[in-house]
């Protein structure tokens, strides 16, 4: 069993930064493939941003390539979302999802859904003109 708590989100201005955390309890944080998603009303959810069970691999969407960062610390169980230069369109809640790995961290699977087992609440993101 794997809890995760995001946290960091809020209201910012296009072109601002904020940086999410997921916080992971229950298991080995250290054995599990992390991911970013968000989700905006009506879309479906996306998949942002992959890394290994060490910090050797990411993986980013096309939407997020180049303004955001994807870190993980093992020894706080704690996994990061640097969000640099953000747009309206980047308003969203944002989610951290955990799973066993299954491939190579650049393997398309990380980016769908339906492959994760554990979930976090959502932090919810605002961007603004």
């Known amino acids: 069993l794997l809890e995760l708590v995001e946290s960091g989100g809020g209201s910012v201005q296009a072109g601002k930064s904020l940086r999410l955390s997921c916080v992971a309890s229950?298991?080995?944080?250290?054995?599990?493939?992390m991911t970013w998603f968000r989700q905006s009303p009506g879309k479906e959810r996306e998949g942002l941003a992959v890394m290994s069970t060490g910090d050797r691999c990411t993986y980013y969407a096309d939407s997020v390539k180049g303004r955001f960062t994807i870190s993980r610390d093992n020894a706080k169980n704690t996994l990061y979302l640097q969000m640099n230069d953000l747009k309206p369109e980047d308003t969203a809640v944002y989610y951290c999802a955990a799973r066993a790995p299954i491939a190579s961290c650049t393997d398309p699977v990380y980016l769908s859904r339906q492959t994760y087992q554990w979930w976090g609440q959502g932090t919810q993101v605002t961007v603004s003109e």
């Open positions: 229950g298991d080995r944080f250290s054995r599990f493939y």
